[in-house]
């Protein structure tokens, strides 16, 4: 049972450089979610995906892409690092939109802007 | 809107103590709720849930009970454990939204001493 991978677990980035944080899940979930986790604070939304090819912003989307050629598949791009993005990214999946459907976390990639 | 709001942490409690971390809510709808738990340094846990007034979601000792006339859903265990050391967040799901996003309240940290 993978659930929800994320990579890279951990990362360091300089100024201005661009990455890609993967997300993948196996569990055939039409919708997935990217949070991001700064600390003290709860996850706030940046970006999701309610199925292959359609995705929309979250509340704190600048500064990040994302997009969904596959079912399985979020990966969440950030093209010019800033230090206020150094955070906690966590990716999610859920079956459907049904309000009582949990949602499953990836373990997370902690990222470092320096 | 929907939001969440949790007792801030740190909580420390001593092994076999009682616990309770207080949890309201403000939503549009009629919302699903959820608590989470997010070990160090692993993704968050879906715990237990509840979906509609009166329900109560239980699971590894810890119980919570969706009060819609107080709008709460406060998380209790009657003895507690080192191993539940982690920070916990309580979450809503409106099933007004088109999305089915969580909205977090911003954790509370529980440490357990032997």
């Known amino acids: 049972n993978a659930g929800v991978t994320q990579t890279p677990k951990f990362r360091i980035l300089k100024i201005g450089q661009s990455m890609t944080l993967q997300c993948t899940q196996d569990?055939?979930?039409?919708?997935m979610y990217w949070y991001r986790q700064d600390p003290g604070m709860g996850l706030k939304l940046i970006y999701y995906s309610v199925g292959a090819g359609i995705t929309d912003k979250g509340e704190v989307p600048n500064g990040y892409n994302v997009s969904r050629s596959t079912t399985e598949d979020f990966p969440l791009r950030l093209e010019l690092a800033a230090p206020s993005q150094t955070s906690v990214y966590f990716c999610?999946?859920?079956?459907?939109?049904?309000?009582?459907?949990?949602?499953?976390f990836g373990d997370g990639t902690r990222l470092s802007i320096l | 809107g929907n939001s969440v709001t949790q007792m801030e942490g740190p909580v420390t409690l001593s092994e076999e103590a009682f616990l309770t971390i207080n949890c309201t809510y403000t939503?549009?709808?009629?919302?699903?709720l959820f608590w989470y738990v997010q070990y160090p340094g692993e993704g968050l846990q879906l715990l237990l849930k509840a979906t509609k007034a009166d329900d109560k979601g239980s699971n590894k000792g810890f119980e919570a009970t969706y009060r819609k006339e107080t709008t709460s859903f406060h998380l209790e265990k009657g003895s507690v454990q080192v191993s539940d050391s982690a920070v916990y967040f309580c979450?809503?799901?409106?099933?007004?939204?088109?999305?089915?996003?969580?909205?977090f309240g911003r954790g509370t940290q529980l440490t357990v001493w032997p």
């Open positions: 569990m055939n979930h039409n919708y």
């Open positions: 939503a549009t709808g009629y919302p699903s």
């Open positions: 979450a809503l799901r409106s099933r007004g939204s088109t999305l089915g996003r969580l909205y």
């Open positions: 999610a999946s859920s079956l459907e939109e049904g309000s009582n459907q949990p949602q499953h």
